[in-house]
C-alpha cells in the first residue's frame, strides 16, 4: 500500500466512479444538469489541494506521503486543517460524484477514500510528525483540527 500514493487513489476512483457510473447504467440520484452545481465544489477541492501542494514546495518540505517531512507547515491553509491536500482530494471527489449523478456508488467510493486516507495516510504521516517534531506538532494538532 505504500506505493499508492494519494493523488493516485484519488484518479482510481474517479475512474472506477466513471466505469460504474456509466459503464454499468448506475441510477442517478440527481436530474441531469442540476449535478451541474457540484463543479464548484471539484474546482474548491482541487484548489485546495493545490494550494497545500504549492506551500510545500514553498516551505521546501516532501511532499511524498511516506517519506519524512522536512518543515513543520502550519501557515496558510494549514492554519484551518492539518490536511488540506486530503480535504481538497475528499471535497473534490464528493463534488465529482455529484457532477456524475450521485450513484450510490460513487458516493460510497469517496467516502472509501475519505476512511483510507484517515485511517491508512494520515494516521502513518501523525507518527512520522510526531517522532520528528515533538512538542512543536503536539502543540499545533491541539490549535488545529485534523480535517478541518
Known amino acids: 500500500m505504500k506505493k499508492l ?27 441531469r444538469n ?5 463543479i ?7 484548489f485546495l489541494a493545490m494550494t497545500g501542494s504549492r506551500l510545500f514546495r514553498q516551505k521546501g518540505t516532501n511532499i511524498m506521503t511516506f517519506d519524512e517531512p522536512d518543515v513543520l507547515v502550519i501557515e496558510g491553509v494549514f ?21 456524475m449523478g450521485a450513484a450510490y456508488s460513487s458516493l460510497l467510493l469517496a ?4 476512511l483510507i486516507t484517515d485511517r491508512w495516510y494520515i494516521r502513518f504521516e501523525e507518527q512520522v510528525m510526531r517522532r520528528k517534531f ?3 506538532y503536539d502543540a499545533y494538532c491541539s490549535q488545529v483540527r485534523r480535517w478541518i
Not at 457510473?21 to 440527481?30: A, D, E, Y
Not at 442540476?34 to 457540484?38: Q, R, S, V
Not at 492539518?82 to 455529484?98: D, E, H, K, Q
Open 79 to 99: 492554519r484551518w486543517s492539518r490536511n488540506p491536500m486530503y480535504l481538497g482530494f475528499v471535497i473534490a471527489l464528493f463534488g465529482i460524484a455529484i457532477v
Open 34 to 38: 442540476y449535478n451541474l452545481f457540484a
Open 134 to 136: 515533538g512538542a512543536d
Open 5 to 31: 500514493l494519494p493523488p493516485i487513489l484519488f484518479a482510481l476512483i474517479v475512474c472506477v466512479m466513471a466505469v460504474i457510473c456509466w459503464g454499468t447504467g448506475s441510477p442517478h440520484n440527481v436530474a
Open 40 to 46: 464548484p465544489l471539484v474546482l474548491t477541492g482541487l
Open 111 to 114: 467516502a472509501l477514500f475519505l
